[in-house]
T-cell receptor
Framework: DVKVTQSSRYLVKRTGEKVFLECVQD?????MFWYRQDPGLGLRLIYF???????EKGDIPEGYSVSREKKERFSLILESASTNQTSMYLC?????????FGPGTRLLVL | QKEVEQNSGPLSVPEGAIASLNCTYS??????FFWYRQYSGKSPELIMF????GDKEDGRFTAQLNKASQYVSLLIRDSQPSDSATYLC????????????FGGGTRVLVKP
C-alpha cells in the first residue's frame, strides 16, 4: 500500500510567520506534488518535483517555495503566511497514471 | 488558462438509480482524463482514467469520453449510499508534462 503522510492535520499560524508543511512517501516515487484545495475551486497545483533537488512551478506558486533534498520528502514553505493562504493543503505522489494523496493539512492563518 | 468545468451539485440520486456526472474541458490538447472520488474530510482517490473516445467500464463505473465535444462523463450504476461523495474530474495533456488540471468537483448524494 502506498503511504503518503503529512506532518500535521491542522495548523494555526499568524500572519507573517514562516510555515513549513512536510510530506513523506514510502514508495520511492519520483514525482511529488503540492496542491491547495478551496471550496468550489477544486485542487490547484502549487509546485511539483520530478526528482531530488528538482522543482517546477505549478499554476499558483506565488507566496510559496518548496524543497526536495531527499526522494521521499517534499516540503512546502510559506515564507510569510498571509490570510489568503488559509486552505487545505494536499501532497501527492504519482506512479504511472495514479496520483496518491496524503491526508491533507488544514491551515488557518490569522 | 486551461479550464475544467463541473456542476457543483449536489446531485441527488435515489439508491439503485444511475448517477450521471459531466465534465467539460477547454484545452483540445488534453489527452488523459481522470475521475477521482473524495469523501468528506478525506483526500481524493482515483476511480478510473480514460484516454480514448468511447466508453470504459470498471465495475459499476463507466467513463465516457467525447474529444470532439470536449466532455467526459462518469456514470455510476446501481448507486449506493456509500457513493455519496464529491467527484473530481481531472485532465492532463502531454505538453503539460506531469500536471493535472482539476475541476471544482460535483457533490453526489445517494438517498436510501
Amino acid at each position: 500500500d502506498v503511504k503518503v503522510t503529512q506532518s500535521s492535520r491542522y495548523l494555526v499560524k499568524r500572519t507573517g510567520e514562516k510555515v513549513f508543511l512536510e510530506c513523506v512517501q514510502d514508495m520511492d516515487h519520483e514525482n511529488m506534488f503540492w496542491y491547495r484545495q478551496d471550496p468550489g475551486l477544486g485542487l490547484r497545483l502549487i509546485y511539483f518535483s520530478y526528482d531530488v533537488k528538482m522543482k517546477e512551478k505549478g499554476d499558483i506558486p506565488e507566496g510559496y517555495s518548496v524543497s526536495r533534498e531527499k526522494k521521499e520528502r517534499f516540503s512546502l514553505i510559506l515564507e510569510s503566511a498571509s490570510t489568503n493562504q488559509t486552505s487545505m493543503y494536499l501532497c501527492a505522489t504519482r506512479d504511472q497514471e495514479t496520483q496518491y494523496f496524503g491526508p491533507g493539512t488544514r491551515l488557518l492563518v490569522l | 488558462q486551461k479550464e475544467v468545468e463541473q456542476n457543483s451539485g449536489p446531485l441527488s440520486v435515489p439508491e439503485g438509480a444511475i448517477a450521471s456526472l459531466n465534465c467539460t474541458y477547454s484545452d483540445r490538447g488534453s489527452q488523459s482524463f481522470f475521475w477521482y472520488r473524495q469523501y468528506s474530510g478525506k483526500s481524493p482517490e482515483l476511480i478510473m482514467f480514460i484516454y480514448s473516445n468511447g466508453d470504459k467500464e470498471d465495475g459499476r463505473f463507466t467513463a465516457q469520453l467525447n474529444k470532439a465535444s470536449q466532455y467526459v462523463s462518469l456514470l455510476i450504476r446501481d448507486s449506493q449510499p456509500s457513493d455519496s461523495a464529491t467527484y473530481l474530474c481531472a485532465v492532463k495533456d502531454k505538453a503539460a508534462g506531469n500536471k493535472l488540471t482539476f475541476g471544482g468537483g460535483t457533490r453526489v448524494l445517494v438517498k436510501p
